[in-house]
C-alpha cells in the first residue's frame, strides 16, 4: 500500500495507485505524487498522536462547558474562582494542542 499526496490540496490518501479524483478537491489523478518511504513513514506514524492532540482540544471544549456552568451555580467564590481557573487552563491547554497540530502539518507529518 502507497500513499499518494495531492498536489493541488495537500490531501493523502492510501491506495496502491492513486485515486481516479481527489476525494478533497476533485483533482485528476495525475496530480497525485507518491510519497517516499520517509514521507509515509512520518504520516503514518504521526497518525496516533494527532488524534490524541484533536481529543485533547474536544476535552478542553468540554472542561470550559462544565466550568461556565459551575461559575452560573455560583455556590460559593472558592468554586467559582476554580471554575474560572480552569477556563483559562483549558484554553493553553487547548492552544498548545492546535499548535503542535500547526507543527505536523508543516512538517508533512499529518
Known amino acids: 500500500m502507497s500513499l499518494w499526496k495531492c498536489s493541488q490540496c495537500g490531501f493523502i490518501n492510501e491506495g496502491e495507485t492513486a485515486p481516479v479524483e481527489c476525494p478533497k ?14 514521507a509515509a513513514k512520518k504520516v503514518y506514524d504521526s497518525d496516533r498522536t494527532n488524534d490524541i492532540h ?15 456552568e459551575g461559575v452560573e451555580l455560583d455556590l460559593d467564590p472558592g468554586c467559582v474562582s476554580d471554575f474560572k481557573k480552569a477556563i483559562d487552563d ?10 503542535e ?4 502539518v508543516g512538517k508533512g507529518k499529518w
Open 25 to 38: 478537491c476533485g483533482a485528476p489523478q495525475e496530480k497525485f505524487n507518491a510519497l517516499d518511504d520517509e
Open 54 to 68: 484533536t481529543e485533547i482540544i474536544n476535552l478542553c471544549a468540554a472542561i470550559v462547558d462544565l466550568a461556565h
Open 90 to 99: 483549558a484554553w493553553v491547554i487547548k492552544q498548545r494542542s492546535k499548535a
Open 101 to 104: 497540530l500547526a507543527i505536523h
